[in-house]
């Protein structure tokens, strides 16, 4: 069989050539700076509708912020690109800082506008949802209804989007400016490196002790030396939320993302009390891979740590490889989707400096593409990381038929589909070992995803609710942030670890993330979730693949206890459901700690 080669840079040139001194992304953004006016006139002058009469008007006009919603994602998308590959384009951040400003000035109209036909009367309201082109989005509209019932006047929420440009949004992009100008200096392979933050992280995995515990202490200072920094970021992006929760009279701080993530507060709590109950085989698993690497109790510089030297080396031609080969087991459509991806540069993974830690996806709405960001540097778990951005790549293609306002998933269903590939890939991984050795290395790689996400989500979403409670009484400095990251972290982990990582929430991204509030949680759900599905698709083999692929174009257009029920049969309020995924991890705890006994 012929060896493939795979690009690892993506090509972002089809898009705008040039990056972010682009004369064709100059036109483009004056070109929706344009339409975003006149969008934002048509607004002004659009009055709530009287009558069905008035439907022609309302079609127009969705049309108009359909149009302007996806030629602004387009440059967003390129913007995050942009600063993603290269911390140090300054270009970049000055496209951020002109998206931003737009993008308020878009939703600034497109809120009000939601208000205004909001305001329609009952019996006009069910009128307009039952006409042939609108009902197409009805779910979408009622919620815009129901939103816009629980928000503050036109002018006041015009204002807040305005404010946020230079406020709420720009203490996240100062997050990204400070981020960029760090770097570590280690040694490795007896060699000094000077590293990105992207490219330490990855060496949490090294097979060195050393260099873990190194790479780990010397992260640490960093975080600890612009901790005040990072205080000041998260201060502001805190405060800024809950001032703009009082003044709308929310009274609770989770109302926000469970609305975005179209959830009950009953299944959050449902999802977190079967997680809290079921924990004591991952403490088990953890004090065992403790064990195996020659420490007393497992330390947060080796949390990482691969249990065996004989922990393989994957190139990423072979991993691309091995992502295939299991996709088409699942199901035609997502591998040739996948194969399409790695060979037309959708994806960036070499490992370089000056590169932003950790990985995403983003779509690009007018090409109907996707782009994968990622430093790959040779592990099964980079394999499976690559197999995750990919899930989230191939959500996209298959909403293709959808209309763009039925294409919004949120993010806890987003990582449905992304944690579901990679399922597929690190399951085949274990399946596939050659020896007991190898076995092991992979299911050792297969149970810490199930750590990270029922115990450090956890530790986030602890970490993150206390902090909004503290916040509302004023600032919190950085020691009792590091005191609130170390008791989260306690609780979280059941005291499995010997240590804590106080300056964890200074490290995250997502902690100061503008677009979405609450970035943790949604994680868990999606992984508990796709093991019901993934459940399913091994009992139906590759004929699954098209009921997932209508379960997926329903994510933005119902509840996700709505969607469970249609695709899954399963109440996902009652810890019942929860339990079952849960059990499935512990199974491959006690496999682990018998093959290593």
Same mark, same amino acid.
């Given at each position: 069989m012929?060896?493939v080669?795979? &690009?690892q840079?993506w090509?972002?040139?089809?898009?705008?050539?040039g990056?972010?001194?682009s004369?064709e992304?100059?036109n483009?953004?004056?070109?929706?700076?344009q339409k975003?006016?006149?969008?934002?006139?048509?607004?002004?002058s659009f009055?709530?509708?009287?009558?069905n009469?008035?439907?022609?008007?309302?079609?127009?006009?969705?049309? /108009?912020a359909k149009?302007?919603?996806?030629?602004?994602?387009?440059s967003?998308?390129f913007?995050?690109c942009?600063e993603?590959q290269?911390?140090?384009?300054?270009?970049?951040?000055?496209?951020?800082g002109?998206m931003?400003?737009?993008f308020?000035?878009?939703g600034?109209?497109f809120?009000?506008f939601?208000?205004?036909?909001?305001?329609? @009367?009952?019996d006009?309201?069910h009128?307009?949802?039952?006409?042939?082109?609108l009902?197409?989005?009805s779910f979408?509209l009622?919620?815009?209804r129901?939103?816009?019932?629980?928000r503050l006047s036109e002018?006041?929420?015009?204002?807040?989007?305005a404010?946020s440009?230079?406020?709420?949004?720009a203490?996240?992009?100062m997050?990204n400016t400070i981020i960029?100008s760090?770097?570590i200096?280690?040694?490795?392979d007896g060699? /000094?490196?000077t590293?990105?933050?992207?490219?330490?992280?990855?060496?949490s995995?090294?097979k060195? &002790?050393?260099?873990?515990?190194?790479v780990f202490?010397?992260?640490e200072?960093a975080?600890?030396e612009?901790?005040?920094?990072?205080?000041?970021?998260?201060?502001?992006l805190?405060?800024?939320?809950l001032?703009?929760?009082k003044k709308r009279?929310?009274?609770?701080?989770?109302?926000?993302?469970?609305?975005?993530?179209?959830?009950q507060?009953?299944?959050?709590?449902a999802?977190?009390?079967?997680? *809290?109950?079921?924990?004591?085989?991952?403490?088990?698993f953890?004090?065992?891979?403790?064990?195996?690497?020659g420490l007393d109790?497992?330390t947060?510089?080796?949390?990482?740590? &691969?249990?065996s030297? @004989? @922990?393989?080396?994957v190139s990423y031609?072979?991993?691309a490889t091995f992502?295939l080969k299991n996709?088409?087991?699942?199901?035609?459509?997502?591998?040739k989707f996948?194969?399409?991806a790695f060979?037309?540069g959708?994806?960036?993974?070499?490992d370089r400096?000056?590169?932003?830690p950790?990985?995403f996806c983003?779509?690009?709405?007018?090409?109907e593409?996707s782009?994968?960001?990622?430093t790959? *540097?040779?592990?099964?778990?980079n394999?499976?990381?690559?197999a995750h951005?990919?899930g989230?790549?191939?959500h996209?293609?298959?909403?293709k038929?959808?209309?763009p306002?039925n294409?919004l998933?949120a993010?806890?269903?987003? /990582?449905t589909?992304s944690?579901?590939?990679e399922?597929?890939?690190?399951?085949?991984?274990v399946?596939e070992?050659?020896?007991?050795?190898?076995k092991?290395s992979l299911l050792?790689?297969?149970? @810490?995803r199930s750590?990270?996400?029922f115990?450090?989500i956890?530790?986030r979403?602890l970490?993150?609710?206390?902090?909004y409670e503290?916040?509302?009484?004023?600032?919190v400095?950085?020691?009792?942030?590091n005191?609130?990251?170390?008791?989260?972290?306690?609780?979280a982990f059941?005291?499995?670890m010997?240590d804590s990582?106080?300056n964890f929430w200074?490290s995250?991204?997502?902690?100061?993330?503008?677009?979405?509030p609450f970035y943790?949680?949604?994680?868990?759900?999606g992984?508990l979730?796709s093991? *019901?599905?993934?459940?399913?698709?091994l009992e139906?083999?590759?004929?699954?693949?098209?009921?997932?692929?209508?379960?997926?174009r329903?994510t933005?257009?119902m509840s996700?206890?709505?969607?469970a029920?249609k695709h899954l049969?399963e109440?996902?309020?009652k810890?019942a459901?929860w339990?079952?995924?849960?059990?499935?991890c512990i199974?491959?705890v006690?496999h682990?700690i018998?093959?290593?006994?």
């Amino acid at each position: 069989m012929e060896k493939v080669t795979y &690009p690892q840079k993506w090509d972002l040139d089809v898009f705008f050539n040039g990056g972010s001194s682009s004369p064709e992304l100059t036109n483009h953004l004056e070109e929706y700076t344009q339409k975003t006016k006149a969008f934002e006139k048509n607004v002004k002058s659009f009055e709530t509708p009287r009558s069905n009469t008035d439907i022609e008007k309302v079609r127009k006009l969705i049309e /108009e912020a359909k149009s302007v919603m996806m030629g602004l994602y387009q440059s967003g998308a390129f913007a995050s690109c942009l600063e993603a590959q290269d911390t140090k384009d300054v270009g970049a951040n000055v496209l951020r800082g002109k998206m931003t400003s737009i993008f308020a000035d878009f939703g600034t109209a497109f809120t009000a506008f939601q208000q205004k036909l909001s305001a329609t @009367s009952e019996d006009v309201w069910h009128s307009l949802i039952q006409d042939d082109e609108l009902k197409t989005f009805s779910f979408v509209l009622n919620e815009w209804r129901e939103k816009s019932k629980e928000r503050l006047s036109e002018d006041e929420e015009g204002l807040i989007q305005a404010l946020s440009v230079d406020g709420y949004h720009a203490w996240g992009q100062m997050y990204n400016t400070i981020i960029s100008s760090m770097n570590i200096q280690v040694t490795v392979d007896g060699e /000094e490196k000077t590293l990105s933050i992207g490219q330490a992280n990855n060496l949490s995995s090294h097979k060195d &002790p050393a260099v873990r515990e190194e790479v780990f202490h010397k992260l640490e200072e960093a975080w600890k030396e612009k901790e005040s920094l990072f205080a000041e970021t998260l201060n502001h992006l805190g405060g800024f939320r809950l001032n703009v929760y009082k003044k709308r009279g929310w009274d609770h701080v989770l109302k926000e993302p469970l609305d975005i993530n179209r959830m009950q507060q009953q299944t959050l709590d449902a999802m977190w009390g079967a997680i *809290s109950k079921n924990k004591q085989p991952f403490v088990e698993f953890l004090q065992r891979k403790a064990e195996l690497i020659g420490l007393d109790k497992m330390t947060w510089a080796h949390v990482g740590a &691969p249990v065996s030297q @004989s @922990s393989k080396t994957v190139s990423y031609d072979e991993g691309a490889t091995f992502i295939l080969k299991n996709f088409a087991k699942f199901g035609p459509e997502m591998a040739k989707f996948a194969e399409m991806a790695f060979k037309e540069g959708w994806i960036e993974a070499e490992d370089r400096a000056d590169k932003r830690p950790g990985g995403f996806c983003t779509s690009f709405p007018l090409d109907e593409q996707s782009r994968i960001f990622m430093t790959y *540097s040779g592990s099964m778990s980079n394999v499976a990381t690559l197999a995750h951005e990919l899930g989230h790549a191939f959500h996209t293609y298959a909403l293709k038929p959808m209309d763009p306002f039925n294409r919004l998933y949120a993010m806890n269903v987003a /990582e449905t589909a992304s944690t579901f590939a990679e399922m597929i890939v690190s399951d085949a991984a274990v399946k596939e070992a050659s020896t007991d050795e190898e076995k092991i290395s992979l299911l050792e790689d297969k149970v @810490s995803r199930s750590v990270a996400f029922f115990m450090n989500i956890h530790s986030r979403f602890l970490f993150e609710t206390r902090f909004y409670e503290e916040r509302k009484e004023g600032p919190v400095p950085a020691s009792r942030l590091n005191e609130l990251m170390s008791e989260a972290q306690d609780e979280a982990f059941a005291g499995a670890m010997e240590d804590s990582h106080p300056n964890f929430w200074a490290s995250k991204m997502h902690f100061h993330i503008t677009g979405v509030p609450f970035y943790n949680f949604p994680y868990t759900f999606g992984y508990l979730f796709s093991l *019901s599905i993934y459940a399913k698709a091994l009992e139906e083999g590759t004929e699954y693949e098209e009921k997932y692929m209508a379960l997926l174009r329903d994510t933005a257009i119902m509840s996700t206890e709505d969607l469970a029920m249609k695709h899954l049969n399963e109440d996902i309020t009652k810890e019942a459901f929860w339990e079952k995924g849960i059990q499935l991890c512990i199974k491959d705890v006690e496999h682990f700690i018998s093959l290593t006994k």
